[in-house]
């Protein structure tokens, strides 16, 4: 081993720009966090060829005086810790620059000019940092408050400068930072220019905090994120949860826009990103996600925010708890939203029935082309044709319809949709009006009609009917006349076999039956007349692909519903005018109605505007 020596401090500058200065987006959050602690009302941000060669902050905060202005260029130098804390102790940290180095190291890739004025001071001061070489402060002109400006970043570390990316995507993830920052912060205004173009503008918002986050948020998330999403709120020890969640049915691909926040903090944190996919487990298809923007306050001494150089990542002291709240907390938030589904399904609808130039001018379409569009083309089989037992007028008196029974019954008897007494102001999801194809009904309601999908439908409220008897008192069961004979796998087979206790919580009596196969003696009440061959060989293949027995009791909800979508009514069955209204009824008492176990939604409203501009009315 050769002998040990000590970096020159150049050196050690340029290794810490490496944990803190990855792209011209990590020293604007530095300089952004910098400003919002020293209580900015107003940022502003300019930026040249995506950062690369310039990035100037100017806030109108608290500013800094000469003395401090050099210091502020010293590593490990930090204003973060409140003045009665012992250096040494980082659980109370409350602000979010924490770790001293973010200047310097900034400074040591670039030329760095910092300007500054306090409130009492007679004019401003100003030092300049090129490279890491420091220079003296000097009287500058400027008003209260700080510029900070850094130009030609990385041009003297080529092998750094090269793993940039191009111009537009530094350029976006600059934007993406800023714009994170400026949620957390509804009371600062903030602005982003590049080059000559505006990218963003935010003047202060007004008001208790919940409507200034929702007003920062429908500017920078956009309106229709405002109108497809609900409050949310909870608390716990130590901690607070508030913001705003994304109805199931309005989601997008990836987690791009998921914004979590910890004391003000963006983060991406595992612990809150498991809690988000738990929460919307069987609400959201498969291969989509939430929509929403959460907070959290917590104690500082509850939250670790100095595990990562560049902050990006905070942890927990009680990890649980965290997770608890925030699933409780989303939960609550969705089920006080009741059959509410997003209108985007609505605006899809009439511009898919909108005629263009282009639909006028098309030839004439095949037999395929004219065929109706299928609820189930997002890769999802279509439901098998209904037997004639259940296809009869009376299949809905069978036992697999009992969801209808509801515990609490509606208002009154729901009458025929013919009968002139009926108003549709009477209830939120109308009165129904007509069947189409078997499997859509249609509801008139007070601002226009809703088109309901029945299968869908039906099958959200038979699941939730099985989940509050499991919560309850568990599933009511009935013994089969005849034992069902189900053949598997020999694997299969012993799989379910070993979890017999847990289908036995779920309303199932099962036993061996040979090598290749179970018994099954008994079934919930809810799936007699089902195909309890199919949903048995179903509920195999679920717990065969999750690879442990034990899984069973945490895929509850998800088994749950693969029972309800076998259980419920199918696509092509005929309906009468009172087992249309049972539905609406229904609906209108479960919760996440909204959508389907699959995430799917269960119906399109369209209200008499959109009808009106289909037909040119207005």
Known sequence: MGAIAILPESVVNRIAAGEVVERPASVARELMENAIDAKAQNIAIEILEGGCDLIRVR???????????????????????????????????????????????????????????????????????RYGHRGKPAPAPGARGTVVELRDLFHRTPARLKFLKSVRAEAAALSDVVRRLAMAHPEIGVSLRNGKAQILTLAPEKGDRQEMRMARLSKIMGREFQDNSVPVLGEAEHMRLSGFAGLPTYNKMGVAWQFLFVNGRPVRDRVMAGSLRAAYADLTPRGRSPVLALFLDIAPSEVDVNVHPAKAEVRFRDAQSVRGLIIRSLKQALEAAGHRASDRAAYQAVAAMRPTAAAASAPAASPNQNARPSFYSRGVSPPSPPSPAQASAAGLAQPSARVFDAETPPPSSPPSPRDPAQTPTDYPMGVAKAQLHKTYIVSETKEGFILVDQHAAHERIVHEEMKRALAKNGVERQALLVPEIVELSESEAELLAETAEGFAELGFLLERYGKSAVMLREVPLLCVGSDMRALIRDLAEEIAEAGASSVLKDKLDEISGTIACHSSIRAGRSLTAEEMNAILRKMETTPHAGQCNHGRPTYVALKRGDMEKLFERR
Not at 88 to 97: E, H, K, N, V
């Open 59 to 129: 806030d109108d905060g608290e500013g800094m005086s000469a003395d401090n202005l050099a210091r502020a260029l010293l590593r490990h130098a930090t204003s973060k810790l409140p003045e009665s804390a012992d250096a040494s102790d980082l659980r109370s940290i409350a602000t979010l620059g924490f770790r001293g180095e973010a200047l310097p190291a900034i400074g040591a890739v670039g030329k760095l000019a910092i300007t500054s004025r306090a409130k009492d001071a007679p004019h401003a001061s100003q030092i300049e940092a």
